[in-house]
C-alpha cells in the first residue's frame, strides 16, 4: 500500500489522463517486469558464461602445463639424457631391421613344413579349448590322482619299514604295530579313491566328448585351416588321448608330425644357412653400440637422479619443517628437524656431471660409420628373393626400417657431435615436443615423454574410418528417405534412424568387446578375404574395430542434418528441374543434391565433431596401445589397436595427482579436444551460412 | 503368312522401339533400390545389436519358473561372485556376503578350487539408484535453466548482439566432446565452486571468513552426485533449450498479443497464455534430455561414479542426533547430495573392461546392459513419439 502511494509520482497525479502506469515494485529504476527479464537474460547468458569458464579452467592448466614441460624438457638435456636418447633411437632402429628379417627367416624356414604345422597348431588349440571346457572336472581327477600316487609312495615305504622290522628281532612290536594300522588306513582310503577316479574319469571322457561335439572348440584361426577330414580325425583322436591330467606322452601321431615338422626345418635351414649368417652379423653388429648405450645411459640416469633431488629438494625440506611445527612429541620433532637440516640444496655442476658422457661422445663416432657400412653390405646379403607372402611382407618392412635406420645414424652423427647439455631450449621447442611429440610415456623410469602425436593420429584415423563408412551410408539413407521413400515408409525410417542417437555409446563399446570384435576377426581369417589389407587380423580391439562402430554412432547425426538440408531445397527447384523433362533421380542428383550440398557438408563436419569427442566407444574397442600405429602396412594400418586423446583422457585421468605434470597433460589434451570441436562447428556454421544465402 | 515375331524375336532389353528414357527408368530404379538398401542395412545392424544383446540378456532377467523374473537382479547391489568347490566334488557359486555366512555356518568344509570374480555377483540395485539420482538431478537443472534460456530467448530477446551470442555459445557448447565436459566439470563443480563450511579444505582457492567459524571457501563439493548431475546438465542443456524453443515457438503469436491486449504485463502473458500451452513441449524436452543423460559415462567417471560402494545413498547419512529438526533435515540432505554414486553405465564399462573376463562374468555383463538399454530405449521412444504426436496436435 505504502509502495503504491511513493510511486504516484506528482506528474501522474497532474497528468490524470495516463492510462498505462507504471505500478508495483521498482528498484534503482527497474520495475518487476524488468526483473523478470533479467532472470530469464542472466539464465540465458549462463550459456556463454559456461564457455567462458570451460576456456578459462582449461587454460589455466595448460599455463601451469607449459613451464613444468619445459623444466622437465630441460632436466633431460641437462642430465644428459637427450643425448642418450640419440643413441637410443640407433640402437632400437636397429633392433627393428633385425627382428623383421628373423621374422622373414622363419616364415622361409617353415615353408615346407606348413601342412605339418598347421596340423600341429590345429592340434594345440582344439586340446587347448576341451581342456577350457573341461578344467573343473581335470582339476578333481588330478587331485584324485596326485593323492593316489602320494599314497601309493607312502605304502610302499611303510611296506619296507615293515618287513624290515619283522625281519629284525629288536625291533619295537608298538612301532610296527603302528605301522601297520597307518597302511590299513592308507589301503583304506585308497579303495576308496579308486571309484571316485574311476567316476572323475568317466565323467571327463563324457565331458570331453561333448566338448568335441560342439563347434566353438573347433574354431580355428586361419593359420591352422584348411585341413582334410582325415587330418581332422586324427587331431580329434589326439586330443582325446591327451585329454587327461595322467596322460602319457602325447600321441605318436603328434610325435611323428613334430619330428617330421623339425626335420623339414632343419633341411629348409641347411638351404639358408647364408641367410641365417647375415641375420647373425646383423645381430652381432650392434653390440659394441649397445655396450656403449648402457654405459651412456648409466650415466645419464644418475645424473638426472641428481638434478631430481636437487629440484625437489625445498619441497622436501618445507615438508619436514612442517612436520616439525605439526608434531607435539619432541623426539619426532628433532628427528623430523635433523632430517630437514639434512636436505642439502646443492645445484649439481652440470659440466662436471656430464663429463663422463663427453668423453664417451669419441667413441660413438667411431663405432657409427663401421656400424653404418657393415649394415650396408650385411643388408645387400639378405636374400632379395623370398617365397612366402609373410616373408616377403616382413623384408619390405626390414627395408623401410633399414632406409630409417640409416637416416637415423647419419643425421644423428653431427647432432651428436654438436650436443651440449647447456644449450638453451627455447619455449618453441618445449611447445612443439608436446604438439609434435612421438611419444606418450608415463610413469617411466627414465624420463616421461607428453607427445600428443600417438593420440591425435590414432584419433584421426579412427575418426577416418568412420567417415568413409557412415557418410555414403548417411547420406544414401537420407536421399532416399527425403526423396523416393513413400510417406508411411518415411515415417518409419526416419524415426528409427534417430532412435540409433539414443544407443548408449557404452552400450555400443560392449557391443564391441564381446560381439563385434571377435565376429570381425572371424571375418578377417576367411579364405576368399586375404586380399584384404591387414586381413587376417590378430587382436579384435583394433582402430577397424571401432571405427566401425563410431561409423554406426555418427550416422544419426549426418542422416538427421542432410535431411534437414534436402528439406531446405526451395520446391521450385526439383518443379522446375521435373518440367524440363528430367527424371525423377536426374533432379536428385543435379538439382537437389548439389543445391543442398553445403549443408550436407556441414552434417559430415558436425558428424566428425561427434566422432572425434566420442569417448567410451574408443575407450572399450580401439585397444589403447600408445604408439603411433605403424604405417609400413599401407592400408593394413587399420588391423593395429591405438589410442586416443579421448580415450587416454577417461583411462588416465582418475589415477593421477591432481595438480601433477601428468594430470597437466591430460587437461592439455582435453584442450586440444575443445580446440578441434570450435573448430569444426565454426566450419560447419560458416558452410551453413553459405546454404542460407540461396 | 509368316510370323514376324518368329523370325526376329524380340529379346527383353533389345527392343528396337526402346527409347532412352526406358533406360534410364532402369537406371534410376537401380539407383534406388541401392539407396534404399543402404538405408534398410543401417536398420538391419540396428536389428541385429538390439536381438543379440536382448538374447543374451533375457535368460539373465527372466526366469522359466514363477514369478518369472529375477528379482534379485534388481534389489541387490553388485558384488564380488564366488565360485568353488568342496573336497566332496561339489561346486558352488554364490555372492560373496553368502559365502561369509557358508563358511562361518560350516567351519569344516574343506574348500578347494576358490576362484573370484569381481562386480559378478548380486544385481544392480546399486547402479539403478545412481543413474536415476544423476538423472532427477541433472534434469532439475538443465529443466529449470533450459526453459529460463528458451523464455528468453523467444518471448524477450530482439536480435542484437547479445542474442547472437548466446545463440554461437550454444551452438558450440553442442559441440564440445562429453570428456571435455568431464573434465570442467571435476574443475568445476568438484574443486572450484564455492560452499560455506566451518573448516575449508587445504585444496581451497580461496576462503573468506564470514564471521562466526564459518567460510565461504572456493573448494568445491567433491566427487559427488551434485558435481556429476550438475556437469550433466550443463551438457544437456543445448538439447533442452532447443526442444523449450521448439515448444514455444509452436504456440501461435495470436496468443500473447491477445493476451498483452487485454492488459496483461508481459510476464502475465508468458505465465497464463504460454507456459501452459509449452507444458507437453517441456515433457519432451525432459524425456529427450533423460535419453541423453542417463547413458553419458564420461563426464561422470571423475565428478560422481564410482565402481563399488556398499551402501545405498540414503544408508547411514551422519546427522547430529539433538539438533532440531530442520538443521538435522539440512544436514542429512547435504549429507546425501555429497555422496558418490554408483551409475549404470560406469557399472557396464567396469564389467566390460576392467574385470578379468570368464564365463561367469557374462551374466552380469549382458543382464546389466539388457536393463540399461530398455531403459534408455523407452525413454528414446517415448521422446520420439511425444514429438510425433506433439506436432500432430499443434495445428491450432
Not at chain 2, 534388481?74 to 559365502?99: A, H, R
Amino acid at each position: 500500500m505504502s509502495l503504491n502511494d511513493e510511486k504516484k509520482t506528482p506528474e501522474n497525479e497532474k497528468d490524470g489522463r495516463v492510462v498505462f502506469r507504471r505500478k508495483g515494485f521498482q528498484f534503482l529504476g527497474m520495475g518487476l517486469q524488468d526483473y523478470i527479464r533479467v532472470f530469464f537474460g542472466g539464465n540465458a547468458s549462463l550459456a556463454i558464461i559456461v564457455l567462458i569458464l570451460i576456456c578459462l579452467f582449461l587454460l589455466r592448466e595448460a599455463a601451469m602445463f607449459f613451464p613444468d614441460h619445459h623444466q622437465g624438457l630441460k632436466s633431460y638435456r641437462q642430465g644428459g639424457q637427450e643425448l642418450v636418447g640419440y643413441v637410443s633411437d640407433e640402437v632400437d632402429a636397429h633392433t627393428k631391421v633385425y627382428s623383421s628379417a628373423n621374422i622373414a627367416y622363419f616364415a622361409e624356414v617353415g615353408r615346407t613344413s606348413i601342412h605339418e604345422d598347421k596340423q600341429l597348431r590345429a592340434y594345440r588349440t582344439v586340446l587347448a579349448n576341451v581342456e577350457q571346457s573341461t578344467k573343473y572336472t581335470w582339476a578333481r581327477l588330478e587331485r584324485y590322482l596326485d593323492e593316489a600316487e602320494d599314497l601309493n609312495d607312502d605304502v610302499e615305504d611303510l611296506r619296507e619299514d615293515i618287513e624290515e622290522a619283522s625281519a629284525d628281532a629288536e625291533a619295537d612290536a608298538e612301532d610296527l604295530k603302528k605301522d601297520q594300522a597307518e597302511l590299513a588306513e592308507i589301503e583304506a582310503r585308497l579303495k576308496q579313491l579308486e571309484p571316485l577316479i574311476a567316476k572323475e574319469r568317466e565323467q571327463l571322457e563324457k565331458e570331453v566328448q561333448t566338448a568335441l561335439g560342439t563347434s566353438r572348440v573347433w574354431d580355428l584361426d586361419i593359420a591352422a585351416r584348411g585341413l582334410s577330414d582325415e587330418e581332422l580325425s586324427m587331431v580329434r583322436e589326439a586330443v582325446v588321448f591327451e585329454a587327461y591330467p595322467d596322460a602319457e606322452d602325447e600321441h605318436e601321431s603328434i610325435q611323428n608330425l613334430k619330428q617330421v615338422s623339425r626335420d623339414k626345418k632343419a633341411a629348409e635351414a641347411e638351404r639358408l644357412a647364408d641367410f641365417k649368417e647375415t641375420l647373425n652379423g646383423i645381430r652381432d653388429s650392434i653390440r659394441p653400440m649397445k655396450s656403449l648405450y648402457g654405459e651412456m645411459k648409466d650415466i645419464s640416469v644418475a645424473n638426472r637422479r641428481e638434478i631430481d633431488a636437487f629440484s625437489t629438494a625445498p619441497a622436501r625440506r618445507a615438508a619436514l619443517l612442517a612436520g616439525v611445527e605439526q608434531t607435539d612429541d619432541p623426539a619426532e620433532k628433532e628427528r623430523m628437524q635433523k632430517q630437514a637440516d639434512e636436505v642439502v640444496i646443492v645445484e649439481p655442476d652440470y659440466d662436471a656431471i656430464n663429463e663422463p658422457l663427453y668423453a664417451l661422445v669419441p667413441q660413438h663416432g667411431e663405432l657409427a660409420g663401421p656400424l653404418q657400412d657393415e649394415m650396408n653390405k650385411l643388408f645387400r646379403q639378405l636374400p632379395q628373393e623370398v617365397e612366402t607372402k609373410s616373408a616377403r611382407e616382413n623384408m619390405k618392412r626390414a627395408a623401410v626400417y633399414y632406409e630409417r635406420f640409416d637416416n637415423t645414424v647419419t643425421n644423428n652423427r653431427d647432432r651428436i657431435l654438436d650436443w651440449r647439455h647447456d644449450a638453451p631450449l627455447s619455449l618453441w621447442t618445449s611447445t612443439t615436443s608436446f604438439m609434435f611429440g612421438k611419444h606418450w610415456i608415463t610413469n617411466s623410469s627414465w624420463h616421461d615423454f607428453y607427445g600428443l602425436l600417438p593420440l591425435f593420429t590414432g584419433s584421426l584415423l579412427i575418426s577416418i574410418i568412420a567417415l568413409t563408412v557412415s557418410v555414403p551410408f548417411a547420406v544414401a539413407a537420407a536421399i532416399y528417405v527425403n526423396q523416393i521413400a513413400r510417406f508411411k515408409e518415411q515415417s518409419f525410417v526416419k524415426p528409427a534412424i534417430e532412435f540409433i542417437g539414443a544407443i548408449p555409446s557404452v552400450v555400443l563399446g560392449f557391443f564391441g568387446i564381446l560381439v563385434f570384435g571377435e565376429a570381425l576377426r572371424n571375418i578377417s581369417q576367411l579364405e576368399w578375404l586375404q586380399w584384404v589389407p591387414g586381413f587376417p587380423m590378430a587382436e579384435r580391439l583394433t582402430i577397424l574395430n571401432a571405427g566401425l562402430l563410431l561409423a554406426f554412432m555418427a550416422v544419426p547425426t549426418i542422416f538427421t542434418l542432410t535431411e534437414d538440408a534436402l528439406n531446405n531445397v526451395p520446391a521450385a527447384f526439383s518443379e522446375n528441374s521435373l518440367a524440363l523433362g528430367a527424371t525423377k533421380l536426374q533432379t536428385v542428383f543435379r538439382v537437389i543434391v548439389p543445391t543442398a550440398v553445403s549443408g550436407i557438408i556441414a552434417a559430415i563436419l558436425l558428424g566428425f565433431g561427434r566422432i572425434i569427442g566420442e569417448t567410451m566407444v574408443v575407450l572399450l574397442v580401439a585397444g589403447n596401445k600408445i604408439k603411433i600405429p605403424d604405417f609400413t602396412e599401407g592400408l593394413g594400418v587399420v588391423a593395429q589397436p591405438a589410442h586416443t586423446m579421448t580415450g587416454i583422457i577417461a583411462q588416465e585421468l582418475g589415477e593421477v595427482d591432481s595438480g601433477s605434470l601428468h594430470w597437466r597433460a591430460l587437461f592439455m589434451v582435453g584442450m586440444v579436444l575443445f580446440v578441434i570441436s570450435l573448430l569444426v562447428n565454426w566450419a560447419a556454421q560458416r558452410t551453413l551460412k553459405r546454404l542460407q544465402k540461396i | 503368312m509368316h510370323d514376324i515375331a518368329k523370325d526376329q524375336p524380340v529379346k527383353k532389353g533389345q527392343n528396337p522401339f526402346a527409347t532412352k528414357a526406358v533406360k534410364l527408368k532402369r537406371r534410376d530404379r537401380t539407383i534406388s533400390v541401392a539407396l534404399g538398401a543402404a538405408t534398410y542395412f543401417i536398420l538391419a545392424c540396428t536389428l541385429y545389436i538390439f536381438a543379440d544383446i536382448t538374447f543374451k540378456g533375457i535368460p539373465v532377467v527372466f526366469k522359466t519358473e514363477a514369478p518369472f523374473v529375477n528379482f534379485e537382479f534388481f534389489t541387490k547391489s553388485p558384488e564380488t561372485l564366488m565360485t568353488f568347490e568342496t573336497e566332496g566334488g561339489e561346486t558352488y557359486k554364490m555372492n560373496f556376503s553368502e559365502y561369509s555366512q557358508f563358511k562361518r555356518d560350516s567351519p569344516d568344509v574343506n574348500i578347494v578350487e576358490e576362484h573370484s570374480h569381481a562386480y559378478s555377483g548380486g544385481g544392480i540395485f546399486g547402479p539403478l539408484v545412481g543413474t536415476a539420482l544423476l538423472t532427477i538431478i541433472c534434469i532439475t537443472v538443465a529443466l529449470f535453466v533450459g526453459l529460463a534460456t528458451a523464455i528468453f530467448l523467444n518471448e524477450y530477446a530482439t536480435k542484437g548482439r547479445f542474442m547472437d551470442s548466446i545463440r554461437l555459445a550454444i551452438m558450440n557448447l553442442a559441440g564440445v566432446p562429453s570428456i571435455v565436459f568431464g573434465l570442467f566439470g571435476l574443475m568445476f563443480f568438484c574443486l572450484f565452486i564455492p560452499v560455506v563450511t566451518s573448516e575449508p579444505l587445504e585444496r581451497s582457492f580461496l576462503a573468506i571468513p564470514l564471521g562466526g567459524g564459518s567460510y565461504f571457501s572456493f573448494e568445491g563439493w567433491g566427487t559427488c552426485m551434485l558435481a556429476g548431475g550438475f556437469t550433466l546438465a550443463v551438457m544437456i542443456l543445448p538439447v533442452v533449450i532447443a526442444a523449450c524453443e521448439e515448444s514455444l515457438k509452436a504456440i501461435p503469436m495470436g496468443f500473447r498479443e491477445a493476451s498483452l491486449a487485454l492488459g496483461a504485463t508481459k510476464w502475465q502473458t508468458i505465465s497464463k497464455a504460454v507456459l501452459p500451452y509449452a507444458f507437453p513441449g517441456m515433457l519432451t524436452a525432459s524425456i529427450l534430455g533423460i535419453t541423453r543423460v542417463a547413458g553419458e559415462t564420461a563426464p561422470i567417471m571423475f565428478t560422481a561414479a564410482l565402481a563399488h560402494k556398499d551402501k545405498l545413498p540414503w544408508q547411514d547419512v551422519p546427522t547430529t542426533p539433538g539438533s532440531n529438526f530442520v538443521a538435522q533435515a539440512a544436514e542429512w540432505g547435504t549429507g546425501f547430495l555429497s555422496q558418490s554414486v554408483q551409475a549404470m553405465p560406469y557399472h557396464i564399462y567396469t564389467v566390460a573392461a576392467r574385470i578379468p573376463q570368464s564365463e561367469y562374468t557374462k551374466p552380469m555383463q549382458y543382464g546389466s546392459v539388457f536393463v540399461f538399454m530398455v531403459l534408455v530405449m523407452t525413454f528414446a521412444a517415448l521422446s520420439i513419439f511425444l514429438r510425433i504426436r506433439y506436432r500432430k496436435k499443434l495445428k491450432w
